[in-house]
T-cell receptor, first 112, second 111 residues
Framework: GAGVSQSPSNKVTEKGKDVELRCDPISGHTALYWYRQSLGQGLEFLIYFQGNSAPDKSGLPSDRFSAERTGGSVSTLTIQRTQQEDSAVYLC??????????FGPGTRLTVL | RKEVEQDPGPFNVPEGATVAFNCTYSNSASQSFFWYRQDCRKEPKLLMSVYSSGNEDGRFTAQLNRASQYISLLIRDSKLSDSATYLCVVTRSGGANNLFFGTGTRLTVIP
C-alpha cells in the first residue's frame, strides 16, 4: 500500500526566501509528526497533529516555522525567511494509536 | 534526564557475530516500545515492536524489562546489510507529543 510521501524531495533556496514542504500521510493515520534531522544528528521533533486536537507546536524552533494539516490529512510545513541553519532533512511521519510511526523519505532543504 | 537514552556506539562487529543494544527510558508510564533502523541519508524504518513477553523476528530478538525500564535488541549472525543506526522509540498515552526517540546506536558489520 501507499506509504507516507513528501514533496519536494530536494529544495535549494536562497537565504530569506520562504519555503513550503508537503506531507501526505498514510490514509487513516490520525497522527502526523514533523521532524528535522541534520547530518549525523538525531531527530529533532518539530510539531505533532492528532486528529482534530490542537497541534503540539512545542518543538518549532522559532516563529518563522509554522505548519497546517488540512482535513486531517495532508500537512504543509512552512519556513519563512529561511536561514542557513534551517538546512536539514525534514521528515514527516504518521501513525495511528500507539503503533509505530511510518516515515516519509524526507525533504532535503539547503539554504544558500 | 532524557526520556530515552542509548549508547551511541559505534559498535563494530565481524560478520556472523551476535550484538546487543540496550535502551533505557525514564518514564514508567511508557506503554509502547519500538526499534527502528536508519540507513545513512535515509528515513527511519520500523524494524519491530517490542512486546512484554519478548519477541523474535528471524535473527532479531527484542525484549522489554519494565522493572528496570529498558529494552534491548539482539542481532544474531550479523550481516553486512545490518550496518545502520538503530533507534529506540518509546510512547506513552496522554499529553500531546507522546513519542520519544533515542539518538541511536551506530552498528557497522565488518567483512
Amino acid at each position: 500500500g501507499a506509504g507516507v510521501s513528501q514533496s519536494p524531495s530536494n529544495k535549494v533556496t536562497e537565504k530569506g526566501k520562504d519555503v513550503e514542504l508537503r506531507c501526505d500521510p498514510i490514509s487513516g493515520h490520525t497522527a502526523l509528526y514533523w521532524y528535522r534531522q541534520s547530518l549525523g544528528q538525531g531527530l529533532e521533533f518539530l510539531i505533532y497533529f492528532q486528529g482534530n486536537s490542537a497541534p503540539d507546536k512545542s518543538g518549532l524552533p522559532s516563529d518563522r516555522f509554522s505548519a497546517e494539516r488540512t482535513g486531517g490529512s495532508v500537512s504543509t510545513l512552512t519556513i519563512q525567511r529561511t536561514q542557513q541553519e534551517d538546512s536539514a532533512v525534514y521528515l514527516c511521519a504518521s501513525s495511528v494509536g500507539l503503533r509505530g510511526q511510518f516515515f516519509g523519505p524526507g525533504t532535503r532543504l539547503t539554504v544558500l | 534526564r532524557k526520556e530515552v537514552e542509548q549508547d551511541p556506539g559505534p559498535f563494530n562487529v565481524p560478520e556472523g557475530a551476535t550484538v546487543a543494544f540496550n535502551c533505557t527510558y525514564s518514564n514508567s508510564a511508557s506503554q509502547s516500545f519500538f526499534w527502528y533502523r536508519q540507513d545513512c541519508r535515509k528515513e527511519p524504518k520500523l524494524l519491530m515492536s517490542v512486546y512484554s513477553s519478548g519477541n523474535e523476528d528471524g535473527r532479531f530478538t527484542a525484549q522489554l524489562n519494565r522493572a528496570s525500564q529498558y529494552i534491548s535488541l539482539l542481532i544474531r549472525d550479523s550481516k553486512l546489510s545490518d550496518s545502520a543506526t538503530y533507534l529506540c522509540v518509546v510512547t506513552r498515552s496522554g499529553g500531546a507529543n507522546n513519542l520519544f526517540f533515542g539518538t541511536g546506536t551506530r552498528l557497522t558489520v565488518i567483512p
